[in-house]
């Protein structure tokens, strides 16, 4: 897998747009940029992926830069039960032979 | 449409014995992939299994092996429960390729004292 880099805790207001960071200055035209986020002892949850456009869903949206060596994942309006931990990973769609792989991930801690 | 389910949720085994853990994938979902994740080594890909036939496998110990059956689901198996087994023990489907977007489960939290 191309490595990821991600600060490893952010805090974040309620209600304020909470920005994740990450970098992927290796990845390859083939890899896609997926963002999976896991609350404390439970399966990790599916957010957002994308190749080079930026996208939008009902969770959040994915801004990946034009040159894809880092993205930034957006939560509008970030609420107490989006604290988690988010993990940034770059893998052709999906994942691949030898399943996914986790890096440390952002703990984001929404504060009250 | 219901996501993955696994069973049991928790489990404490003692060392020694073997344990069967459960996964539902989500309907039209053919393929199941397991991992194991602990604080320390992160979360790691056991095996993935398509059509009743494990198509890639991670690096454990034999003691770590599954199956699938007709209708999709999936169960995994550790025997000689080792103290470094205790885990969250998860699995993810997809539709069916490999690179396919993964949904996980719940997980099941295995404790072996």
């Known amino acids: 897998d191309a490595k990821t880099t991600q600060p490893p805790s952010m805090d974040c207001a309620e209600g304020r747009a909470a920005n994740l960071p990450c970098n992927h200055s290796?990845?390859?035209?083939?890899?896609?940029v997926y963002w999976y986020r896991q609350i404390h002892s439970q399966g990790p949850q599916y957010i957002i992926h994308?190749?080079?456009n930026n996208e939008t869903n009902e969770m959040a949206s994915l801004i990946i830069t034009e040159d894809r060596k880092s993205s930034t994942l957006i939560l509008p309006h970030a609420t107490l039960r989006d604290t988690a931990v988010y993990y940034c990973?770059?893998?052709?769609?999906?994942?691949?032979?030898?399943?996914?792989?986790f890096g440390k991930g952002t703990h984001l801690i929404i504060q009250p | 449409k219901a996501g993955v389910t696994q069973t049991p949720r928790y489990l404490i085994k003692t060392r020694g014995q073997q344990v069967t853990l459960s996964c539902s994938p989500i309907?039209?979902?053919?393929?199941v992939s397991w991992y194991q994740q602990t604080p320390g080594q992160g979360l790691q890909f056991l095996f993935e299994?398509?059509?009743?036939?494990?198509?890639n496998k991670g690096n454990f110990p034999g003691r770590f092996s599954g199956r699938q059956f007709s209708n999709s689901r999936s169960e995994m198996n550790v025997s000689t429960l080792e103290l470094g087994d205790s885990a969250l023990y998860l699995c993810?489907?997809?539709?069916?390729?490999?690179?396919?977007?993964?949904?996980f489960g719940p997980g099941t939290r295995l404790t072996v004292l």
């Open positions: 993810a489907s997809t539709r069916g390729s490999s690179t396919d977007t993964q949904y």
């Open positions: 290796t990845i390859s035209g083939n890899e896609y």
């Open positions: 994308g190749l080079k």
């Open positions: 990973i770059v893998r052709p769609s999906g994942g691949g032979a030898d399943g996914l792989t």
């Open positions: 309907s039209g979902h053919r393929s």
């Open positions: 299994y398509f059509s009743e036939t494990q198509r």
